[in-house]
Antibody
Framework: QVQLVQSGAEVKKPGASVTVSCRTS????????MHWVRQAPGQGLEWMGW????????NYAQKFQGRVTLTRDTSISTDYMELSSLKSDDTAVYYC????????????WGQGILVTVSS | QSLLTQPPSVSAAPGQTVTISCSGS????????VSWYQQLPETAPKLLIY???KRPSGIPDRFSGSRSGTSATLVITGLQTGDEADYYC??????????FGGGTKLTVL
């Protein structure tokens, strides 16, 4: 089955880091870029960046430069998003989503996971 | 504040037609394909339209997209109650960032 399955919800304190995983199945892992998009409660979609699973090259949104790190493990077809120096306004649902060439539409999304930042 | 502007909400009765606009600039919509995403309540977004006017497999032809200059439009005909959702436009910017509109909440009266 073609799908993206994300890890479970997280609760973190301000200043901490969080790592979210996105396990892929049903398609060739190295053929699709993986994007990360977040959605704060009651807000719209915000793109964070993508990773080329073949080369590991990344493209980050300027807003998250220096705070986000995207990595992948091709041996288990899984992508990771680490966000550091967490603040309360990082509380959001984080989605992974794939695209074929890096600048294509996002045609498959993970279920999303809630990251809550609270003291 | 998003670089792509959408109306916060639209509404129409079942069976009617609704349009959702997405206004950008020459650095994004004016020179790139536009996608539209549908987000039903409490679910992940789903690709609805890609390359401005194409539908993925399984998307009914009641949904259509177009572009004129630096604006794009999503049209939904024959509205159904199941179409109640948030709709987002998306496109790439010359800064190599993916932009989303602020989203439009569709209410089927």
């Amino acid at each position: 089955q073609v799908q993206l399955v994300q890890s479970g919800a997280e609760v973190k304190k301000p200043g901490a880091s969080v790592t979210v995983s996105c396990r892929t199945s049903g398609f060739a892992f190295t053929h699709y870029f993986m994007h990360w998009v977040r959605q704060a409660p009651g807000q719209g979609l915000e793109w964070m960046g993508w990773i080329n699973p073949l080369t590991g090259a990344t493209n980050y949104a300027q807003k998250f430069q220096g705070r986000v790190t995207l990595t992948r493990d091709t041996s288990i077809s899984t992508d990771y998003m680490e966000l550091s120096s967490l603040k309360s306004d990082d509380t959001a649902v984080y989605y992974c989503a794939r695209d074929e060439l890096g600048f294509d539409p996002l045609d498959l999304w993970g279920q999303g996971i809630l990251v809550t930042v609270s003291s | 504040q998003s670089l792509l502007t959408q109306p916060p909400s639209v509404s129409a009765a079942p069976g009617q037609t609704v349009t959702i606009s997405c206004s950008g600039s020459s650095s994004n919509i004016g020179n790139n394909y536009v996608s539209w995403y549908q987000q039903l309540p409490e679910t992940a977004p789903k690709l609805l339209i890609y390359e401005t006017n194409k539908r993925p497999s399984g998307i009914p032809d009641r949904f259509s997209g177009s572009r004129s200059g630096t604006s794009a439009t999503l049209v939904i005909t024959g509205l159904q109650t199941g179409d109640e959702a948030d709709y987002y436009c998306g496109t790439w910017d010359s800064s190599l960032s993916l932009l989303f509109g602020g989203g439009t909440k569709l209410t089927v009266l």
